[in-house]
C-alpha cells in the first residue's frame, strides 16, 4: 500500500525558513515528486518539481528560494525567505508505480500548513 505522509509545516515570521518533509512507501519505482500549494481562493499550484534524472523546475513565484530534493525514502522541501504569500497547504505528490502491481500514477499527501505571519 502506498503511503506520503508529510511533516514540517508550521506558523513562521516572513523572512523565515521550513523544510518541509513527506516520507513515501510502498512504490515498486518512483519516476517523479513534486510539491503544490493550495491557498484559499487561488488555484492549486505546483511549485516545485524533481525527476528521476534529477532535473527539477519551480513556479516563478518561489525561483531562487525553495529546493526540492529527494532520497529514496522521502522528498524535502526547503523553503526560505518565506513570505505571507506562501501560506497554504502544501501537499506532496510521487509518480510511481506501487508493490502491488499496477499502472502508473500520481499518489498525493494529506497536506501540511504553513502560515507565515508578516
Known amino acids: 500500500q502506498v503511503q506520503l505522509v508529510e511533516s514540517g509545516g508550521s506558523p513562521v515570521q516572513a523572512g523565515g525558513s521550513l523544510q518541509l518533509s513527506c516520507a513515501f512507501s510502498g512504490f515498486a519505482a518512483a519516476i517523479t515528486w513534486a510539491w503544490y500549494r493550495q491557498t484559499p481562493g487561488r488555484e492549486r499550484e505546483r511549485v516545485a518539481f524533481t525527476t528521476a534524472a534529477d532535473t527539477t523546475s519551480y513556479a516563478d513565484s518561489v525561483k531562487g528560494r525553495f529546493a526540492i530534493s529527494r532520497d529514496a525514502y522521502a522528498t524535502y522541501l526547503r523553503m526560505n525567505d518565506l513570505k505571507p504569500e506562501d501560506g497554504g497547504v502544501y501537499y506532496c505528490?510521487?509518480?510511481?508505480?506501487?508493490?502491488?502491481?499496477?499502472?502508473?500514477?500520481?499518489?498525493w499527501g494529506q497536506g501540511t500548513r504553513v502560515t507565515v505571519f508578516p
Open positions: 505528490v510521487v509518480k510511481g508505480r506501487p508493490l502491488s502491481g499496477g499502472m502508473l500514477k500520481e499518489y
